[in-house]
């Protein structure tokens, strides 16, 4: 096909200690990459050039150009680097893996997530926030992101594994933040060296790889001993190719378990985290929030039922993954030339499409920085670019773990909501964390106060 557009490369910063081969740049961005991406995006458009050290990156934000690259050219495009070094920690599951087998494993596991069956895991969420609401105390002090982190854990492992993984919740969750943390440092550019000389940050990821292993690895097998049946792993080791009535073997289930397990864990505790954090900062929406909780349920737990009667509750946790997406940048990697904004890019280019960039524009959000969860209206989606908000992705890639996130993240809030409501702790420090997923650097210490009935 013949092409017209310009073979020069987008703007992007050009001064010396930015030029060919600095890594001026890539310290930039690793020194604050949230801040340096909206930076890129406001000062050089919706297409920007970047130069971490000899290596050229895209930014791409305008939403029609993102659905471009995660739907319609799909083809063209595979995982970025940084979440191909994933696979050393989740092996071949669905986040990492490429191609025709993706698309397999797709479809063996897209059953599993059936609303009805999604809505079957309803109650497990609701018991285990009620039993959680019910060990908090009034005037308590705690890390808020570690008790949502401990919360979800306690709900994938009723939910995935069928077992109460309590007791491991501790050690689970270091391993995982152990890998989180050290992420960027073994993948960086000078992860080699770190890596050679098994420095800390090596081992530290060696360390909890092993251990989420060992513990996939030991409840697979209580599975398969005990013809488990009714959670999600009992679905994945029974789930059978279409065409072939192939199973999948004991380490594809623990990569795409590792991966559920991973992402239903993490990036859910990160959005309430900060969904809590938004709400301490804005009495008015959380006087709404209580508002509705109390009217819709009358004091009982909520159930799948209830979902319907809470519509603000829902626009509450949009607004939330809107201002603090969970996943905060999309990373691909180009495989053939491709056009994109009115340029022609080569085959090889790095690109990043980042919903905290697109997250943040007042040309489809007004006031792009304040928490305003009653924008979310039906008329207002219906005239929002398809791609200025994707907090779960899109395209074939879309996350398929989607409506039970929607479903738990509402529950929870509401269910917690009932009796409390969090305050700034004496000591709260918030500041950003941007590795796989968008953390708080600190925790996020919040001060408990009981709600009076109403």
């Not at 995006?41 to 930014?59: I, K, S, T, W």
């Not at 626009?315 to 993954?321: A, K, N, R």
Request: overall charge positive; charged content about 20%.
């Amino acid at each position: 096909m013949t092409t017209t557009a310009a073979l020069t490369y987008p703007p992007g910063p050009k001064t010396a200690w930015q030029s060919v081969g600095s890594p001026g740049q890539l310290f930039a961005f690793r020194r604050d990459p949230t801040g340096y991406l909206l930076r890129m995006a406001a000062e050089y458009g919706d297409v920007a050039h970047m130069r971490f050290g000899p290596r050229h990156v895209y930014l791409i934000s305008s939403p029609a150009d993102i659905e471009k690259i995660l739907v319609t050219e799909h083809r063209k495009f595979v995982k970025g680097t940084a979440l191909q070094a994933t696979r050393r920690v989740l092996g071949q599951g669905l986040l990492t893996s490429e191609g025709d087998f993706h698309l397999r494993q797709r479809r063996l596991i897209q059953p599993i997530f059936h609303r009805q069956r999604i809505a079957g895991y309803a109650d497990s969420m609701v018991q285990a926030a009620a039993a959680l609401r019910a060990r908090w105390a009034d005037g308590q002090v705690l890390d808020m992101h570690e008790a949502m982190m401990a919360l979800t854990l306690s709900i994938v492992g009723k939910t995935l594994f069928g077992t109460d993984v309590e007791a491991r919740a501790a050690e689970i969750g270091e391993a995982v933040s152990g890998l989180m943390k050290t992420f960027f440092q073994i993948n960086g550019p000078f992860g080699w060296w770190i890596e050679t000389l098994d420095l800390p940050p090596a081992r530290r990821a060696r360390a909890g790889q092993a251990k989420l292993y060992a513990t996939m690895a030991q409840m697979i097998a209580e599975h398969r001993a005990a013809s488990v049946r009714g959670d999600l792993l009992s679905m994945l080791l029974a789930a059978c190719d279409e065409d072939g009535g192939a199973q999948m073997s004991d380490e594809q289930v623990r990569d795409e378990a590792m991966t559920l397990f991973l992402a239903g864990h993490e990036t859910t505790a990160n959005a309430l985290t900060w969904t809590w954090h938004l709400l301490s900062q804005n009495p008015a929406a959380e006087a709404r929030l209580h508002a509705e909780v109390d009217e819709a349920l009358g004091g009982r737990l909520p159930g799948v039922a209830d979902l319907p009667r809470l519509p603000y509750t829902r626009q509450v946790l949009t607004e939330s993954m809107r201002l603090y997406p969970p996943a905060w940048v999309i990373t691909r990697l180009s495989t053939e030339p491709f056009e994109v904004g009115g340029y022609r890019l080569p085959a090889g280019a790095p690109v990043l499409a980042s919903q905290w960039v697109v997250h943040h524009q007042a040309r489809y959000f007004p006031e792009p920085f304040a928490f305003r969860p009653e924008r979310w209206t039906p008329a207002f989606e219906a005239q929002l670019p398809k791609f200025a908000y994707f907090p779960f992705g899109g395209g074939p890639r879309l996350c398929i773990g989607e409506p039970f996130a929607w479903m738990e993240g509402v529950l929870l809030i509401a269910t917690l909501a009932q009796q409390w409501q969090m305050r700034a702790g004496p000591n709260q420090r918030i500041a950003l964390q941007p590795v796989i997923t968008l953390r708080p650097r600190y925790g996020v210490e919040m001060r408990l106060e009981r709600r009076t009935a109403p």
